[in-house]
């Protein structure tokens, strides 16, 4: 399987493009309908499609990914229309989010019409993720497509997310039928996911739209609580298969374990390690969203011995940044708590994504 890349990672199509993206879009498009998986770009990370109303699409999807069934999977929509269709309920919190975030890295849990979503996608739960992607390219195929499609992340469940066509491809390979190369995501992390089915608003998962900006528009937003309706629930990491530490500065580490180690730099690269990879050399956060997945996977395929990494400021993208970070930390065999000192040990369990 080869990436198809029509727009080479532009925002729109050169017109000189447009019959080479139409007959990749048909291609894409016809795939589906037969019930199989395509790759596709969006603004956060890559996704993998399926048709969201064929129950043995949904089912490859889940089996491809080495997706728990009891883990809801979110849809993409062309259209906050296509998206409310979708919807039992629409209070007017979701209308303010979606003319504000629409297109864009928001997905908005929300009771479902039992008849427009199968049980298969949410669990058996009463709830659905929706989300408007912001890639001229998935749009597109959504509305050439004309209905929504299941579309987690395009890695095995645990792994990290990919931000690329060829990290999808290192993955599956030609387990799944074709990629849309849309370029490099932009946002670089995942959606922000905020469950409107409880009077006050719950953020499940910071991401690529802050509580601040969120707060801006609908009021206060609690934290993630235990209630299934809050569902669907993140997975506990990211797996690498290096060990991996948080530590609150490198000069916490030793010169001589510096030689056989990678660091995640937020800022310049210290001296000393025998690989360094920085986020962002003059501390931007949305340059660090954007290249927190591509770093961590390429430093993780070096050989080291460990990787190291600081925490960024706990403010906007950088909380989403974070919380990607102790989640890789805690699928590692062992991590330092920046919080607390020290080391501690933490089992290995993948989980999905």
């Given at each position: 399987?080869?990436?198809?890349?029509?727009?080479?990672?532009?925002?729109?199509?050169?017109?000189?493009?447009?019959?080479?993206?139409?007959?990749i879009l048909d291609r894409a498009t016809a795939l589906l309908h037969a019930g199989e998986l395509v790759g596709v770009p969006t603004e956060t990370v890559y996704g993998l499609a399926a048709d969201a109303t064929n129950p043995v699409a949904v089912a490859r999807l889940f089996d491809r990914k080495k997706r728990a069934s009891f883990h809801p999977i979110s849809l993409l929509c062309g259209s906050a229309e296509m998206a409310f269709d979708l919807l039992a309920d629409v209070p007017e919190s979701a209308l303010r989010l979606a003319a504000r975030f629409w297109p864009g890295p928001l997905t908005m849990i929300l009771r479902k019409r039992a008849e427009a979503v199968p049980d298969l996608l949410t669990a058996g739960l009463p709830?659905?993720?929706?989300?408007?992607?912001?890639?001229?390219?998935?749009?597109?195929?959504?509305?050439?497509?004309?209905?929504?499609?299941?579309?987690?992340?395009a890695n095995r469940?645990?792994?990290?997310?990919?931000?690329?066509?060829?990290?999808?491809?290192?993955?599956?390979?030609?387990?799944?039928?074709?990629?849309?190369?849309?370029?490099?995501?932009?946002?670089?992390?995942?959606?922000?996911?905020?469950?409107?089915?409880?009077?006050?608003?719950?953020?499940?998962?910071?991401?690529?739209i802050s509580q601040e900006l969120l707060e801006e528009e609908i009021g206060s937003v609690d934290h993630e609580t235990d209630s299934p309706s809050a569902a669907p629930r993140l997975p506990r990491h990211y797996a690498l298969r290096t060990p991996f530490f948080l530590v609150r500065s490198p000069e916490e580490i030793p010169l001589p374990e510096r030689k056989e180690a990678g660091f995640l730099a937020w800022g310049p690269c210290p001296d000393g390690f025998a690989l360094?990879?920085?986020?962002?050399?003059?501390?931007?956060?949305?340059?660090?969203?954007?290249?927190?997945?591509?770093?961590?996977?390429?430093?993780?395929?070096?050989?080291?011995?460990?990787?190291?990494?600081?925490?960024?400021?706990?403010?906007?993208l950088g909380c989403a940044i974070n919380e990607r970070l102790r989640k890789a930390a805690e699928g590692s065999a062992s991590f330092r708590n920046p919080d607390e000192g020290g080391y501690a040990s933490s089992p290995s369990s993948p989980s999905s994504s």
């Open positions: 399987m080869k990436a198809e890349s029509p727009v080479k990672g532009k925002r729109t199509a050169d017109r000189s493009l447009l019959p080479h993206v139409d007959s709830f659905v993720g929706v989300r408007v992607p912001d890639h001229p390219l998935t749009l597109a195929l959504l509305e050439r497509f004309g209905r929504p499609l299941a579309a987690p992340s469940s645990g792994h990290l997310s990919p931000t690329t066509a060829r990290a999808v491809e290192d993955e599956f390979g030609e387990e799944i039928a074709l990629v849309l190369d849309g370029g490099r995501c932009r946002v670089g992390v995942e959606s922000t996911v905020v469950s409107l089915v409880h009077r006050r608003p719950i953020l499940i998962r910071p991401g690529g360094c990879r920085s986020l962002s050399p003059i501390y931007r956060l949305e340059e660090a969203a954007g290249n927190l997945f591509r770093e961590l996977r390429e430093l993780d395929e070096c050989g080291l011995r460990r990787l190291y990494a600081v925490l960024l400021p706990d403010r906007g």
